[in-house]
Structures are given as C-alpha cells and as structure tokens.
C-alpha cells in the first residue's frame, strides 16, 4: 500500500520557523513530483509548492515565496518544506502529495497527484 507520511508540525509564534518532512515507505520519491499543500478551516485546499520529478524544479505560490523552500533529499527518502517568518495565516493543516505530472506548470492541481499523506497541522500564533 503507498504511503506518505508527514511530520514536522506544530505551534510556533509568528516569526519562527518550522521544517515539514514527507516520506514514502513503499516507493522512491524521487521518482515523483512531490506537492504540498494546504488546508485552513472553512477554506479551500491551496497548493504551496511543488518539486518536479523531471528536472528537480521548484514552484512556488506567492503567499509563501521566499519564505519557504522546498527540497528533497534522495538518500532519506524525504522532501522537505522549510518555512521560515511564520505568519498567523499560514495556520493551516499541511499535506503532501506525490503523482507524475504530465506538465510541471499544472503542480498546483490536486487531480494531479496520485498519492496523498494524512496531513500534519501547523499552528502560528500571532
């Protein structure tokens, strides 16, 4: 069964900064675009970033550019989004999600991913 797993989340203040991790334990991530996205009470899933799974690309929405970064890291099996100058309004539960996207310009799409995790809430405190 395909799993991802997130992990890394919590209640910071704003300003802070937290790193989030993805891994799968039944298959390589590398092999994938690896989304994140999130979701806030009474709000709409919203993607936040993605790395491609061709070329190692990053996207990005503009709420979070230059504040979070997205990596992988192939001997861990992980991909990473680090956040950094939190803001209330990114209070959110935060997904991962993994799929082979046919055109890495639909990475904010949901329908475009395969495999998703069961979320990790992020809690910033203003």
């Known amino acids: 069964q395909v799993q991802l797993v997130e992990s890394g989340g919590g209640l910071v203040q704003a300003g802070q900064s937290l790193r989030l991790s993805c891994t799968a334990s039944t298959f390589r991530l590398d092999y994938y675009a690896v989304g994140w996205f999130r979701q806030a009470p009474g709000k709409e899933r919203e993607a936040v970033s993605c790395i491609s799974g061709n070329d190692g690309s990053t996207y990005y929405a503009d709420s979070v550019q230059g504040r979070f970064t997205i990596s992988r890291d192939n001997t861990r099996n992980t991909v990473y989004l680090q956040m950094t100058n939190l803001a209330a309004e990114d209070t959110a539960v935060y997904y991962c999600?993994?799929?082979?996207?046919?055109?890495?310009?639909?990475?904010?799409?949901?329908?475009?991913?395969?495999?998703w995790g069961q979320g990790t809430q992020v809690t910033v405190s203003s």
């Open positions: 999600a993994a799929g082979n996207l046919l055109w890495d310009r639909n990475w904010s799409q949901p329908d475009e991913y395969d495999y």
